[in-house]
């Protein structure tokens, strides 16, 4: 299995570590979050270093990467998983109407 570390930002922020498994699918670990997330096979490092170059010099995440969907772009930027986002979104105390 092959590793690749990306640190996402300068200060402190988390690093996002790739594993490259046998078969060439991709995970993403989040390390401030310590989760991970499948991005699959249809996406290649490359891509991703790629992307993360464009984010550096000033362009948005969806126009940097449309290569990968609005989920795995999420993650890369806050490390929530749709599951987690699912999860926070149906809390009761967010249930209320808005006026």
């Not at 990306?6 to 060439?24: E, H, L, R, S, Y």
């Not at 979050?33 to 992307?51: A, E, L, W």
């Not at 948005?60 to 609005?70: E, K, R, S, T, V």
Request: aromatic share 10%; charged share 20%.
């Amino acid at each position: 299995m092959a590793h690749f570390i990306w640190n996402i930002g300068a200060g402190g922020k988390p690093a996002i570590t790739f594993t490259i498994d046998p078969k060439g699918g991709i995970t993403a670990h989040h390390s401030g979050r310590g989760t991970s997330m499948f991005f699959g096979t249809d996406v290649t490092i490359s891509q991703i270093v790629d992307g993360q170059r464009k984010r550096t010099a000033g362009a948005m995440i969806q126009d940097a990467m449309p290569f990968l969907c609005a989920d795995r772009r999420e993650f890369l930027l806050s490390g929530l998983t749709p599951e987690m986002w699912d999860e926070m979104l149906n809390e009761p105390s967010l249930q209320h109407r808005i006026y």
